[in-house]
């Protein structure tokens, strides 16, 4: 059964810190992984997409990294602002799950000014 | 190009009513997923249709039901309310042009409230 963990659960720093927060899966078989931001009381929103294929993708201050043979991913956001507080969650596409991703609990940020 | 849009934003039901969400996705999205979110347990996942399809079901009673249109607009329906449905319940969509479900875009979701 796969599972998605994160760690820390919540992550405090000052302001232009670069912070890395990770996740770990337990099944290699995916076929991607997303990064996605959650503002409290907010729907999600997506900020990356990495394909079982690549390793890593940017998006200005932000860059995930995929290695599926340790079932680990990273999202680096470099020079922290206080705009970036928020949750952050990762979910894997597992195969042959038909729509379903699976989620971990999240990371809840707090960059302080 | 408009996102995800879901409603009503907020809804307040009693203990043994029903409700009914629904969700527009992004034009051209062919697949909705519904995913309960809770303090506690997190993102779980309802369901996911694809043209009309329900391709998959997660672990919820037979209380949660769904169905997608022809336009691909889908609705959600909880039956028979109890306090533990109280939820943000959130719809995503996405191409799933392949075997794999895509990027998936979320809305900002309905928040219930079972009194």
């Known amino acids: 059964k796969q599972e998605v963990t994160q760690i820390p659960a919540a992550l405090s720093v000052p302001e232009g810190e670069n912070l890395v927060l990770n996740c770990s899966f337990t099944d290699s078989a995916i076929y991607n992984l997303q990064w996605f931001r959650q503002d409290p009381g907010k729907g999600l929103t997506s900020l990356l997409l990495?394909?079982?294929?690549?390793r890593e993708q940017t998006s200005g201050r932000l860059n995930a990294s995929l290695d599926k043979s340790s079932g680990r991913s990273t999202l680096y956001i470099a020079a922290s602002q206080p705009g970036d507080s928020a949750t952050y969650l990762c979910a894997v596409d597992p195969y042959n799950q038909g729509g379903k991703l699976i989620f971990g609990q999240g990371t809840e940020l707090s960059v302080k000014p | 190009k408009a996102g995800v849009t879901q409603t009503p934003r907020y809804l307040i039901k009693t203990r043994g009513q029903q409700v009914t969400l629904s969700c527009s996705p992004i034009s051209g999205h062919r697949s909705v997923s519904w995913y309960q979110q809770t303090p506690g347990q997190g993102l779980q996942f309802l369901f996911e249709?694809?043209?009309?399809?329900?391709?998959n079901k997660g672990n919820f009673p037979g209380r949660f039901s769904g169905r997608q249109f022809s336009n691909s607009r889908s609705e959600m329906n909880v039956s028979t309310l109890e306090l533990g449905d109280s939820a943000l319940y959130l719809c995503a969509s996405s191409l799933a042009a392949g075997v794999d479900t895509g990027e998936l875009f979320f809305g900002e979701g309905s928040r219930l409230t079972v009194l």
């Open positions: 990495i394909q079982s294929s690549q």
């Open positions: 249709y694809f043209s009309e399809t329900q391709r």
